[in-house]
């Protein structure tokens, strides 16, 4: 009965938001199979890391739906966004941000692929 099947990579993750959990950084096809025997539109949140951007790739693939959120730099996860923002934002930034074309889904990208970098930079002076 939701608008939307979240799609998460990991179980914590999907707990927190009353998602679905991939459970790695790639769509089997058992997976895809099972997901889209829904009618809902199903919407990837990919974590923030160079992992997630073949996993973003094959949602294209599936003519899945894609949510960039805006996350300030050092958010990886939706858990460690729910942890520094709150659900009530959290949930807020992933549906404000969900790129519904190719186009819109790779000029996404190209934005989460800065944020990758910047996340790596900043674990890096830690």
């Known amino acids: 009965d939701q608008k939307y099947i979240f799609v998460l990579e990991g179980p914590l993750d999907a707990i927190c938001i009353n998602a679905v959990a991939l459970t790695g ?3 089997g096809p058992g ?3 099972l ?3 829904y009618s809902q539109p199903k919407v990837l949140v ?3 890391d160079k992992a997630s951007i073949k996993l973003v790739e094959q949602a294209i693939e599936l003519g899945w739906l894609v949510s960039f959120p805006d996350w300030p730099v050092g958010i990886n996860d939706v858990n460690d966004a729910i942890k520094k923002l ?3 934002t959290t949930l807020y ?3 404000a ?3 519904d074309t190719p186009l819109k889904i790779q000029l996404g990208l190209k ?3 800065r944020l990758i970098e910047e996340n790596n930079k900043e674990k890096e002076c830690q």
């Open 31 to 33: 997976q895809a199979m």
């Open 97 to 99: 941000n969900i790129c």
């Open 111 to 113: 934005r989460w692929e």
């Open 46 to 48: 990919p974590d923030c």
């Open 86 to 88: 709150g659900k009530l």
């Open 25 to 27: 950084s790639v769509i």
């Open 93 to 95: 930034k992933i549906a």
């Open 35 to 37: 997901l889209e025997s």
